[in-house]
């Protein structure tokens, strides 16, 4: 708990995946944070957290449902959204809320 309490404090914005193996829309959401994190490269971090193995972490922030995905930067928590979420919907939320930079590639297959 102490390694992803220093991650979602520092500067660097950090989208939380909490899910399960058992669950569907889970395994279905891995896909589009892997595409996610391609396209958004090292400024930003994704984090994968099994509420089965880490109770404590879910419980801590009230994860009801899964897939639930949160926005963290500067130890603040930005955004939260539970679901199923495209990726060009989360590339969009984390340019918003954290205000990083998307490169020229990545914004025009954004915007196609």
Known sequence: MNDFNELINGSKP???DFYATWCGPC???APILEDVKQRLGDSVSVVKI???RN???AA???VRSIPTLMLFKDGKQLWRGTGLHQAED????VHELSLIHISEPTRRSYIS
């Open 27 to 29: 395994q279905m959401q």
């Open 50 to 52: 099994d509420v089965d």
């Open 90 to 93: 989360l590339i969009a939320t």
């Open 14 to 16: 950090v989208l939380v």
């Open 60 to 62: 801590m922030y009230n």
């Open 55 to 57: 109770s404590e972490a």
